[in-house]
């Protein structure tokens, strides 16, 4: 099958150069025809990661789909020239996915986060979402890998979220994802966002691409993973000179 999206390359790491709306409707063709498919919300802190790592590059590489999660990955698009649409979130494309899950009855596993948060999410999604079918959920304190694939497997899911962060979550998927066919999706801190244990910017913080500011703000402690920030755009403005 050719690859359904246009690419645009951003430190070596191919984003797909299209919408919220029509990823989402491949993403549904995906699951429906029971494809494997491998996604990645990607932001400036997992491009420079994965730039002062080859073996977390070869894994971005080896994803079906790679998407502008972060303001900085669409501002690093349009200083090369190559711009994309819009961000395109691990968080909106989960509570999409689950809406379309709930009116099509669609499987899910879900991996990840502290037993007490999987614990709400699991009880938000039944409630918010009656016609998901929960497949399964594991908390991400686990150290039997092989055991945890074994009960994916077991449970037949069409999609599985999972949620231990990056690199560890794409680390994990790349290696079992041809295990199972199903979407296979890293969706970072977005158990929390769901449980509402880490409260997501409004709207108006958003709409004004302040996002991480507001996070910043909520948990100060983060402020030295935000250094990667101007890094990040000092080395895309060096690169879009020398294309000069």
């Given at each position: 099958?050719?690859?359904?999206?246009?690419?645009?390359?951003?430190?070596?790491?191919?984003?797909?150069?299209?919408?919220?709306?029509?990823?989402?409707?491949?993403?549904?063709?995906?699951?429906?025809?029971?494809?494997?498919?491998?996604?990645?919300?990607?932001?400036?802190?997992?491009?420079?990661?994965?730039r002062e790592h080859p073996d977390y590059?070869?894994?971005?590489?080896?994803?079906?789909?790679?998407?502008?999660?972060?303001?900085?990955?669409?501002?690093?698009?349009?200083?090369?020239?190559?711009?994309?649409?819009?961000?395109?979130?691990?968080?909106?494309?989960?509570?999409?996915?689950?809406?379309?899950?709930?009116?099509?009855?669609?499987?899910?596993?879900?991996?990840?986060a502290k037993p007490a948060v999987l614990?709400?999410?699991?009880?938000?999604?039944?409630?918010?979402?009656?016609?998901?079918?929960?497949?399964?959920?594991?908390?991400?304190?686990?150290?039997?890998?092989?055991?945890?694939?074994?009960?994916?497997?077991?449970?037949?899911?069409?999609?599985?979220?999972?949620?231990?962060?990056?690199?560890?979550?794409?680390?994990?998927?790349?290696?079992?994802?041809?295990?199972?066919?199903?979407?296979?999706?890293?969706?970072?801190?977005?158990?929390?966002?769901?449980?509402?244990?880490?409260?997501?910017?409004?709207?108006?913080?958003?709409?004004?691409?302040?996002?991480?500011?507001?996070?910043?703000?909520?948990?100060?402690?983060?402020?030295?993973?935000?250094?990667?920030?101007?890094?990040?755009?000092?080395?895309?403005?060096?690169?879009?000179?020398?294309?000069?």
């Amino acid at each position: 099958m050719s690859a359904p999206f246009d690419t645009v390359s951003i430190l070596n790491v191919s984003f797909i150069n299209t919408t919220n709306a029509a990823f989402i409707q491949q993403l549904q063709q995906d699951v429906t025809a029971h494809r494997n498919r491998f996604v990645v919300t990607a932001n400036p802190e997992i491009l420079m990661y994965a730039r002062e790592h080859p073996d977390y590059q070869r894994v971005l590489q080896r994803a079906d789909y790679v998407t502008p999660d972060g303001i900085g990955v669409i501002q690093g698009a349009q200083i090369l020239g190559t711009p994309l649409p819009e961000r395109i979130t691990g968080y909106d494309t989960l509570l999409k996915l689950l809406e379309w899950g709930s009116l099509t009855h669609q499987r899910i596993f879900l991996l990840g986060a502290k037993p007490a948060v999987l614990k709400t999410v699991v009880n938000k999604i039944k409630h918010d979402y009656p016609g998901v079918v929960l497949a399964g959920a594991r908390d991400g304190y686990f150290q039997d890998e092989a055991a945890v694939v074994t009960e994916i497997t077991a449970a037949k899911p069409d999609m599985v979220f999972v949620a231990t962060g990056f690199p560890k979550q794409e680390f994990f998927i790349a290696k079992y994802r041809e295990r199972y066919a199903a979407l296979w999706m890293g969706v970072g801190g977005s158990f929390d966002v769901l449980a509402g244990a880490v409260k997501r910017a409004p709207k108006f913080w958003q709409k004004h691409h302040v996002e991480w500011l507001y996070r910043l703000i909520q948990e100060p402690s983060r402020y030295k993973r935000m250094l990667v920030l101007p890094r990040y755009l000092r080395l895309i403005k060096k690169i879009a000179r020398q294309q000069r």
